[in-house]
């Protein structure tokens, strides 16, 4: 299948927030908070030439959002946030292309590991990375992923 890979830019904010399925305040965030002086993240879109429009006519058909991250044990690290790919356009080597290009970002600066989660639920993307070579820390690292959000965000925040 003909496709690029190339970095994301302001105006992809809007297929993104079309392929996140999300409302139109969370494009304004991810124009803020990808595309600022001090970016919160960074991303990579894969678009198919005209021909291969889908029938909406869409050429931003998948993206990778990501962010450099540091561990303690094991130093600089990348972080894939989203990988996303329309379902028409699965199983043409396009998660695979967005999956390596994260990775070549990563190791350019010097990272030593690509860190994600997957869903539960989500065989298919889970086998998917386990056929990428990644391997599900979960058991074996005995993390829990953990967040505070909201009301209790704001209690943790007091002194």
């Known amino acids: 299948m003909d496709f690029s890979i190339r970095a994301a830019n ?3 904010c809007k297929d993104i927030a079309r392929m996140i399925v999300v409302s139109r305040h969370v494009r304004t965030y991810l124009e803020q908070d990808g595309f600022s002086k001090n970016p919160f993240f960074h991303g990579i879109i894969a678009e198919v030439p005209e021909q291969l429009r889908t029938k909406d006519g ?8 990501y962010f450099y991250s540091y ?8 972080y894939m946030e989203d990988l996303y790919v329309m379902p ?12 390596s290009k994260v990775a070549q ?3 350019a ?5 690509l860190n994600f989660t997957v869903l ?7 086998d998917f990375y386990m056929s990428q070579g990644c391997c599900d820390v979960t058991t074996s ?13 704001q209690h943790l925040a007091q002194p």
């Open 10 to 12: 302001v105006e992809d």
């Open 58 to 65: 869409h050429t931003k058909v998948g993206y990778a959002l």
């Open 71 to 78: 561990s303690s044990w094991a130093g600089r690290a990348i």
């Open 88 to 99: 028409e356009f699965r199983g043409k080597g396009i998660g695979k292309a967005l999956m």
């Open 105 to 107: 970002l990563g190791l």
């Open 109 to 113: 600066a010097g990272c030593n590991q």
């Open 120 to 126: 539960d639920w989500n065989k298919s993307s889970r």
């Open 141 to 153: 690292m005995g993390y829990h992923c953990m967040r505070c959000e909201g009301e209790a965000l």
